[in-house]
């Protein structure tokens, strides 16, 4: 067996994100020898975790870079208005009441904050944006586990969850594609995120075109674990379709691509398909407000592609994208280089152009200057695209995680049709499914890993320090 693995483990953390880490810092700050499996490499360590840029808390006054207040019946609100009522309310609810204590945790585990950005996203009351970013957090994560003594192994791709009954017993695990390893503890917790990487598993809940989808995070998570459970009899929560997904610039890798490769210029923009067809409303609502609804929606396009075309007006108006887009001085060259139909593409945006009403235009609220007699409509920031040069991006879905999970108790323990397992934990992507039945609010997806992380932690340390049982390292 390799060095690290070498036990007596009191608890084995799967997965190496947020919901991990919080998972391992707090058994082992509560006395437990504890070791963190982490399927990825180190310099891609921390998951989707490491790509993350802040995470929505209740509070009852100013707390930390955060202002005024945001209560617990306005925070569920604003997840019922998403997740159209498809979520756990009780666990809902528990993850924003707890909320509020995780930000000083966070602090006191060396996470550092710093006021909102200002831009397209404005969340300076209801999120706390991390200072260095997703990555930075992770490290400070992992540095703390280090002076707790918490052992960490990479490359470590876990196969299998061993069970008798309902009880866990041993992992097994490959190191750095070597031969599998058992390896045991008393307890252990699963923190190894969605499926959203394995894109045959996407396919087969999708259909073929979800092999033209992009994937914003790690290629880590390839629901090996999820599926390895669900086919011992855990019960399963959330829909195989249901995922969060947004428009990214199809420029984008096909994994990894992060937060830069988002696109915000679809309100001023016109959109079309490849056949040079509209397909939505452009300008529904601000940005943030309809910024998760776009990766559906091109998905949903022959090709899965779509096209945002904008002119010299509106060039400023958004945050810069990564790539340079691209330029021409007529919608016909522009539609030439997009490798779209330039007579097609010029007649679509001729009778957007024609549409548009003359009105006061207000980049940063909805204006109402809204197409007149044009299906579908353009409800806001309708403006003639008549003035060179005129750019265009390729658009594509970039899936962030996927919502198919384990259901687990308000203690994170992991549910089989008997009842919890009564040694096994989970949290993050990996149970987000009950908490997000569709839909997504921003920040949500690090609020309920921080909680249940530190719960689940909590619980697996509770039950290796009290149970004295021999361990068995195989
Ligand atoms: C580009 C992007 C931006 C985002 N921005 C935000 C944001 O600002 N705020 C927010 O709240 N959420 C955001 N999210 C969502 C957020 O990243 C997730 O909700 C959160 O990080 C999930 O944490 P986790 O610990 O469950 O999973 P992850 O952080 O993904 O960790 C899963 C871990 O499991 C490991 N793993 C997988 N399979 C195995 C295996 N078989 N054996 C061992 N290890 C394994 C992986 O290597 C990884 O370390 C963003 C996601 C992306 C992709």
């Known amino acids: 067996m390799a060095n690290d693995l070498q036990g007596p483990w009191d608890v084995i953390v799967v997965g190496g994100g947020n919901a991990a880490l919080c998972a391992a810092i707090t058994a082992a700050e509560a006395g437990a020898r504890v070791l963190i499996l982490e399927g990825a490499p180190k310099p891609y360590r921390g998951g989707n975790s490491r790509h993350t840029r802040n ?59 710093q006021p909102s950005l200002s831009g397209t996203l404005s969340l300076s009351r209801t999120n706390a944006f991390f200072l260095g970013g997703g990555k930075a957090l992770v490290n400070a994560y992992y540095n703390m586990a280090q002076d707790l003594g918490v052992t960490v192994v990479y490359e470590a791709q876990v196969t299998h969850v061993v069970l008798e009954g309902d009880r866990f017993t041993h ?24 499926f959203q990487s394995d894109v045959d598993w996407l396919a087969r809940a999708w259909g073929p075109a979800a092999r033209n989808f992009l994937i914003r995070g790690t290629p880590y998570n390839r629901g090996v674990v999820l599926r390895d459970m669900l086919d011992q009899g855990c019960e399963s929560v959330g829909d195989p379709t249901q995922c969060h997904a947004v428009a990214i610039d199809g420029r984008a890798p096909k994994y990894d691509g992060g937060i830069v490769t988002r696109l915000d210029c679809v309100p001023f923009a016109v959109v079309v398909n490849k056949h040079c067809e509209r397909f ?29 075309l904008i002119d010299a007006k509106s060039y400023n108006l958004f945050m810069p994208s990564v790539f340079p887009p691209v330029k021409a001085d007529t919608i016909g060259e522009l539609g030439q280089k997009l490798g779209l139909d330039p007579a097609k593409l010029s007649a679509t945006v001729g009778a957007f152009n024609d549409a548009c009403r003359p009105g006061k235009f207000h980049p940063t609220e909805r204006d109402g200057l809204a197409t007149e007699g044009l299906t579908p409509p353009k409800t806001n920031w309708a403006r003639p695209l008549e003035t060179p040069p005129f750019y265009g991006y390729q658009l594509r879905p970039g899936v ?46 690090m609020t309920i890993g921080t909680v249940f992380g530190r719960v689940a932690g909590r619980q697996a340390a509770a039950h290796a320090l009290t149970k004295k049982e021999t361990l068995r390292v195989a």
């Not at 750095?176 to 923190?191: I, Q």
């Not at 998760?292 to 945002?308: D, F, H």
Request: aromatic residues 10%; negative net charge; hydrophobic residues 40%.
């Open 280 to 308: 939505y409303d452009e300008g529904e609502d601000v940005w943030p407000k309809r910024y998760a609804i776009w990766g559906r929606l091109v998905a949903a396009q022959p090709g899965q592609v779509g096209y945002a």
């Open 55 to 113: 995470f929505r808390c209740m509070h009852r006054g100013p707390l930390s870079v955060l202002t005024g207040s945001y209560a617990e019946d306005e925070y569920f609100d604003d997840l019922l208005l998403v997740t159209k009522g498809k979520t756990d309310e009780a666990l809902a609810r528990f993850v924003i009441r707890s909320s509020e204590e995780c930000l000083p945790w966070m602090e006191a585990h060396g996470v550092r904050f």
């Open 400 to 445: 962030t995680f996927t919502y198919l999970g384990l259901r687990v108790t308000q203690d994170a323990a992991v549910q089989t049709r008997s009842g919890p397992l009564r040694n096994v934990w989970a949290a993050g992507e990996m149970i987000a499914g009950s908490i997000l039945g569709q839909g997504y609010l921003a920040g949500f997806g």
């Open 171 to 194: 992992v097994e695990v490959s190191v750095a594609s070597g031969p599998t390893e058992c390896v045991s503890g008393k307890s252990v917790v699963l923190a190894s995120g969605g």
